[in-house]
């Protein structure tokens, strides 16, 4: 089934937004929502209508631009070095942040008026079930839009004293300023939130849709972010009972489009709907084709990429692993000596291939949970209790696992001298493995300390701008609270991040 755009008027209902305030959103005439929600069928388009906010690629085009995984490409006319994101520069008037905070902000002003609509129906004995599951995805989505912005925004996910976005369970109204939330308050909410979508959703077998592994993946999720591992290893491993690695064959499907191997959710992208089309180019501002955060055309070489695998990653891909092949895109020109080479950006063209596209160039599906980040979790969750060599329930034993995977065959069983290298392998596996999914500045920014990782482009990379290296204790592994905010929400100016005031 497709989720397709849903242009209604209860779309309008739940979708204003202003572009001055993340929390100023009441507009004149609107629908109320015992207007805009009267029986089941008008609360499945209004949910219809707060997964169309959703959107991950402007995440994948900060993650991979800001950190080591790109490198400008032949074709690059500016993009990406104007905003400064490639050069480290991060402030209030960013366009990432403002992306950032608006998106969620809107999702969470979107599902809000789902729920309280949800409110004035009562629903028929035959469709009670149907209700409730509604009523769980939307729950379930308000958690993940919390969580979201705490990911960018908060300093430090594992102190509950430390500033989130806002706390954001009602539909405010226009006259409303409100400050910042603590990680503490705002994670009560997002743990009753998912308790009580767990307790109203249906089984599900769409990954386009909150299902109960969905709350599982992200609980898992969370629960590794603020280090509390005992509930990390508890939700990873009921999500890896039940899927398997996908076989190399399936992993190349899945990026594809082709396959659902080991996908727990995505958010569905098809011809036609409001991601349907070429977004800022560089910018990291508005949706659109995911691929087009790195190439104007097409994901080969003759379409324009103007943003190129970063060599230091490329360096760390072995040839013989099934993430190659999806990784690079088999147009690319590889030049063995590309350190010495006359012409470095004309002889040495890594294309990005991940996203080539499904039903037209460039546009795919997006990833949020896979079976693969349940695994590297656990094995996170064991190298932080000292689990970290062993055949068998340590962190060794599960890269191992997830390496005979990529590889078709059986690999090494590693051996680490501490902890330190057990965290630095895990992220190395994770920069493989999630490249240009939008998880590397949130895996340097919380694990990069201990693992001994950072930012570090190959230096032909940064000769551009000098900009190779950003240690994770960096104040920009925290967003600023956009200059929008700041200038329309006296509540929240003096609640700055460190570092931007």
Request: hydrophobic share 40%; proline share 4%; glycine share 6%.
């Amino acid at each position: 089934m497709k989720i397709k755009n849903i242009i209604s008027v209860f779309i309008c209902a739940i979708a204003l937004w202003s572009c001055n305030d993340a929390i100023d959103i009441e507009q004149p005439g609107r629908l109320g929502p015992e207007q805009a929600f009267q029986n089941v069928e008008d609360l499945n388009s209004g949910i219809l209508g707060v997964y169309n906010i959703y959107d991950t690629s402007p995440e994948v085009q900060f993650n991979a631009v800001f950190t080591d995984e790109l490198s400008i490409g032949f074709d690059n006319g500016g993009q990406g070095l104007g905003n400064g994101e490639y050069g480290f520069l991060l402030n209030a008037a960013s366009s990432a942040p403002a992306q950032q905070w608006l998106t969620y902000h809107a999702a969470l002003n979107a599902v809000n008026r789902v729920i309280e609509g949800a409110s004035f129906i009562t629903p028929d004995a035959d469709e009670q079930s149907r209700y409730n599951n509604i009523l769980g995805q939307a729950y379930a989505l308000r958690a993940f839009a919390h969580f979201q912005i705490i990911t960018y925004f908060s300093t430090d996910y594992t102190d509950d004293n430390a500033l989130a976005g806002f706390l954001v369970d009602f539909v405010p109204t226009a006259d409303q300023f409100l400050p910042r939330s603590t990680n503490g308050e705002v994670f009560t909410l997002i743990n009753e939130d998912l308790t009580t979508a767990a307790n109203l959703l249906t089984d599900e077998d769409n990954a386009t849709f909150v299902s109960q592994d969905f709350v599982t993946a992200l609980n898992a999720r969370i629960a590794a972010y603020r280090q509390q591992y005992a509930q990390a290893i508890t939700a990873a491993d009921e999500l890896l009972a039940k899927y398997d690695l996908p076989t190399r064959d399936e992993y190349i499907d899945v990026f594809l489009d082709a396959s659902n191997a080991g996908i727990i959710f995505k958010l569905e992208r098809t011809i036609g709907d409001d991601h349907d089309r070429q977004a800022q180019t560089g910018s990291g501002f508005g949706a659109g084709w995911v691929g087009a955060n790195f190439a104007f055309v097409d994901g080969t070489i003759d379409g324009s990429p103007y943003f190129e695998i970063g060599r230091s990653l490329f360096n760390e891909i072995d040839p013989a692993d099934v993430r190659y092949d999806v990784l690079v895109n088999e147009t690319s020109l590889i030049s063995p000596n590309y350190q010495t080479t006359a012409d470095f950006r004309r002889d040495d063209i890594l294309v990005v291939g991940k996203y080539p596209g499904n039903e037209k160039p460039l546009l795919n599906d997006l990833k949020i949970f896979r079976i693969a980040e349940m695994l590297l979790i656990k094995a996170e969750a064991l190298a932080a209790q000292g689990n970290i060599n062993g055949a068998a329930n340590s962190t060794a034993a599960l890269i191992k696992e997830l390496r005979d995977a990529r590889f078709g065959s059986p690999q090494p069983l590693p051996v680490y001298t501490d902890q330190q290298e057990a965290f630095g392998d895990i992220l190395d596996e994770r920069r493989i493995e999630f490249a240009f999914e939008g998880h590397r500045w949130k895996d340097l920014k919380r694990l990069g300390v201990r693992g001994n990782r950072r930012i570090e482009r190959d230096p032909l990379d940064c000769e551009v701008n000098d900009a190779c290296i950003l240690e994770p204790t960096d104040f920009r592994f925290t967003m600023p609270i956009p200059l929008t905010e700041l200038n329309a929400n006296p509540n929240i100016r003096d609640q700055q991040n460190p570092g931007y005031n």
